[in-house]
């Protein structure tokens, strides 16, 4: 009787160590899978931990990503944290994408939109600012700002 009720325990002990370990391997498999998925369309790079990406591996920052960008070439992305990094390393590929509209735009900082979302200082987006200033220049205009003397008459 008690050989049997200590071998249920047993088993009953390794069962639930062998589902914790299926699922953490579920978990990573899933993890990985959505990582490939939403990556097929950014250029390649090396790949990360999970949470944390690359972070780890970057000790010299500076000389890291420039071996990197002699490894994997003038465009190449990894994972800072949660966030996706595209690093343009070459003059060629920085000339090209500065002048590209494209580009203008900034990423969206979380902590910073919490305090005001509509601030000109924390714009993301470029065509918001752009139709903000307009309004700005054009009520300076009608006030007279920027107007000579001899214009006001």
């Not at 200590?6 to 899978?33: D, M, P, S």
Request: proline share 7%.
């Amino acid at each position: 009787m008690f050989q049997t009720s200590l071998w249920t325990f047993v088993t009953r002990g390794r069962a639930l160590e062998n589902e914790i370990l299926i699922a953490l391997v579920v978990l990573v498999v899933c993890y990985y899978l959505q990582a490939a998925w939403r990556g097929r369309n950014l250029p390649p790079g090396p790949y990360g931990l999970p949470i944390v990406g690359y972070l780890p591996f970057l000790s010299d920052p500076l000389w890291d990503l420039h071996k990197l960008g002699e490894k994997y070439g003038d465009i190449f992305c990894f994972k800072m944290g949660s966030q996706t990094v595209v690093v343009l390393h070459g003059v060629e590929a920085i000339k090209e994408a500065l002048s590209r509209p494209e580009f203008l735009g900034r990423p969206p900082i979380g902590p910073l939109k919490l305090f005001n979302e509509n601030s000109a200082f924390f714009m993301d987006d470029v065509h918001k600012w752009r139709e903000q200033r307009r309004f700005v220049v054009q009520s300076m205009k009608d006030l007279g700002v920027g107007k000579t003397q001899i214009e006001g008459k």
